[in-house]
């Protein structure tokens, strides 16, 4: 929405305080076109004004050696969605335009809606997503994890193993198990840690897909939120 800021002009207001726009209608000129016209030029405007951006996004996008189809794929869909917005974005800007009495209402209008849209909405979304789907704070994770990757290898499974193999070769002691206990230990020890771990990271991962799905949500308001995303 930086293309937005030489939009001081309010083109329609700004004719109607000069007397252009009422002379054009008194000469047979219909408002209708006009209106649309004025729509079209800001349009294209706005998209020369972010085809350096979008040639730099496809650029990295061809370029990435990581996801780089996929992320085509999605970068192409989001330039259709974003060229719409534009053309949503010239017409709401000619709309207000010609709704506000003079061009500095006009002016007003624009700037407000420019900080909610530009500057308040992207550093909202974060604190609503964390909101609705908390990220457990680094401390809290790592406390969660250590207690149970303690419970895990914890000595009553260890016990257990060691007495069922006893059992099973006919021995008493470890030390006269045909096989390594040390080893058959770890390997326990290593099995278990793996499930905790690939839980705990699971569930993290899940609700950072859920927050980018939440932020994603109000890219038709803000498209910077799903650039972020691509």
């Not at 007003?108 to 500057?119: C, F, K, N, Q, T």
């Not at 979304?125 to 419970?151: C, H, K, Y």
């Amino acid at each position: 929405l930086g293309g937005l800021r030489p939009l001081h002009a309010a083109p329609v207001a700004r004719e109607r305080e000069r007397g252009v726009w009422t002379l054009a209608l008194a000469q047979g000129a219909r408002s209708g076109p006009m209106l649309w016209a004025k729509s079209m030029a800001l349009l294209t405007w706005l998209l020369l004004a972010a085809l350096p951006g979008v040639l730099f996004l496809v650029w990295s996008v061809c370029f990435s050696s990581i996801g780089a189809s996929a992320s085509f794929g999605r970068l192409v869909a989001w330039l259709g969605v974003f060229a719409v917005y534009l053309a949503i974005v010239a017409m709401f800007v000619v709309a207000v335009s010609a709704l506000a009495r003079t061009s500095l209402a006009a002016l007003g209008a624009l700037l407000a809606a420019w900080v909610v849209i530009a500057v308040w909405l992207p550093r909202l979304t974060p604190q609503i997503a964390n909101a609705v789907v908390a990220l457990p704070t680094l401390q809290s994770f790592s406390e969660r994890m250590g207690s149970s990757l303690g419970d895990a290898q914890g000595t009553d499974a260890a016990e257990t193993l060691k007495a069922r193999l006893l059992k099973e070769h006919g021995v008493t002691r470890v030390e006269d198990l045909p096989i390594n206990w040390t080893g058959i230990s770890l390997q326990q020890s290593e099995e278990r840690s793996a499930v905790v771990f690939d839980r705990f990271w699971n569930e993290l991962f899940d609700a950072i897909t859920a927050q980018q799905r939440l932020q994603s949500g109000f890219g038709f308001l803000s498209p910077s939120l799903v650039v972020k995303t691509l």
